[in-house]
T-cell receptor
Framework: RKEVEQDPGPFNVPEGATVAFNCTYS??????FFWYRQDCRKEPKLLMS???SGNEDGRFTAQLNRASQYISLLIRDSKLSDSATYLC????????????FGAGTTVTVRA | ETGVTQSPTHLIKTRGQQVTLRCSSQ?????VSWYQQALGQGPQFIFQ???????GRGNFPPRFSGLQFPNYSSELNVNALELDDSALYLC?????????????FGPGTRLTVL
């Protein structure tokens, strides 16, 4: 089983819509969780950390469900500029230095 | 921009050749991590260097090796290139190697092996 699994999508949504997707992780002792954004042929950039209590950054909301071992990302009021691949990232137990990435979920926002 | 730079931007090599990729870390950062991202996949951890020492390694064969210099810049060397080594190679610098140290990625080097 892969360490981190994501629905690859693509999610095609109109501007203004809400889109949400999940990511599952295999190791229940995983330490930290993040969402990164990657534009086509560019480097990944940190979008937000994911905390146990859930957190929000503007139109973006991230949730962590440790019991079911998944994290989620919700984007409200989608903009054209939100079109990207969203990478779920987990730091495994006892390996502080290693980011384990999912394969990414592609979101396309259309006018 | 993150302040992390990589060179070259693109590279074409043939099977069996050797390649060296370079990374300059962000000012004040002493840790560099390298990742390989194949098409359609997420980045895979290759190894990390902290203050010139290898601090951890992923599931990559020994023909993937690295160095970190006193100024904390880093090199990734790949010997005996294989077709499957074609990928985007990303380096990430961070102020340290702990859980709370955010990794900032450079733009990557796109390697094609023919």
């Amino acid at each position: 089983r892969k360490e981190v699994e994501q629905d690859p999508g693509p999610f095609n949504v109109p501007e203004g819509a809400t889109v949400a997707f999940n990511c599952t992780y295999s190791n229940s002792a995983s330490q930290s969780f993040f969402w990164y954004r990657q534009d086509c042929r560019k480097e990944p950039k940190l979008l937000m950390s994911v905390y146990s209590s859930g957190n929000e950054d503007g139109r973006f909301t991230a949730q962590l469900n440790r019991a079911s071992q998944y994290i989620s990302l919700l984007i409200r009021d989608s903009k054209l500029s939100d079109s990207a691949t969203y990478l779920c990232v987990v730091i495994p137990p006892l390996v502080d230095y290693k980011l384990s990435f999912g394969a990414g979920t592609t979101v396309t926002v259309r006018a | 921009e993150t302040g992390v730079t990589q060179s070259p931007t693109h590279l074409i090599k043939t099977r069996g050749q050797q390649v060296t990729l370079r990374c300059s870390s962000q000012s004040g950062h002493n840790t560099v991590s390298w990742y390989q991202q194949a098409l359609g996949q997420g980045p895979q951890f290759i190894f990390q260097y902290y203050r010139e020492e290898e601090n951890g390694r992923g599931n990559f064969p020994p023909r993937f090796s690295g160095l970190q210099f006193p100024n904390y810049s880093s090199e990734l060397n790949v010997n005996a290139l294989e077709l499957d080594d074609s990928a985007l190679y990303l380096c990430a610098s961070s102020p340290g190697h702990t859980l709370t140290d955010t990794q900032y990625f450079g733009p990557g080097t796109r390697l094609t092996v023919l």
